[in-house]
C-alpha cells in the first residue's frame, strides 16, 4: 500500500508560476513510474506528466509541454510538478498516482485567474 498526499496549490495570476508536490508513504516509492493528472471542472481527468523510477525519462501532454516540469526525489519520497506560464485553462484539481496502480491523491486545486 502507498499512501500519496498532494500540497502546494492555490491562486495564481495568469503567467505566474506555481509548484505542487507529491509526498508517498508507506511503500517503495523508487520502483514507480509516477505521474501528474488534473480535471477541471466539467472535464475528464487527464494524464499531464509522467515521470520513470529513476527520473531518467519524462512525458508531457501537449498541453503542458514546454511550459510543466515534472520531477522527483526518491531518497525524500516526493513528486514535483513546476508549472510556468500558467494560464486560466490550467485551472483544475491536480492529483499525483503511481501509474498502473490504484494509487493516487486526493488532489490540490490550483486556480489561474486575475
Known amino acids: 500500500q502507498m499512501r500519496l498526499v498532494e500540497s502546494g496549490g492555490g491562486l495564481v495570476q495568469p503567467g505566474g508560476s506555481l509548484s505542487v508536490s507529491c509526498a508517498a508513504f508507506g511503500s517503495i516509492f523508487s520502483i514507480y513510474t509516477m505521474g501528474w493528472y488534473r480535471q477541471a471542472p466539467g472535464k475528464q481527468r487527464e494524464q499531464i506528466a509522467t515521470?520513470?523510477?529513476?527520473?531518467?525519462?519524462?512525458t508531457y501532454s501537449d498541453s503542458v509541454k514546454g511550459r510543466f516540469t515534472i520531477s522527483r526525489d526518491n531518497a525524500k519520497n516526493i513528486l514535483f510538478l513546476q508549472m510556468n506560464s500558467l494560464k486560466p485553462e490550467d485551472t483544475a484539481v491536480y492529483y499525483c498516482n503511481a501509474v498502473n496502480t490504484d494509487y493516487w491523491g486526493k488532489g490540490t486545486l490550483v486556480t489561474v485567474s486575475s
Open positions: 515521470i520513470i523510477s529513476d527520473g531518467s525519462r519524462t
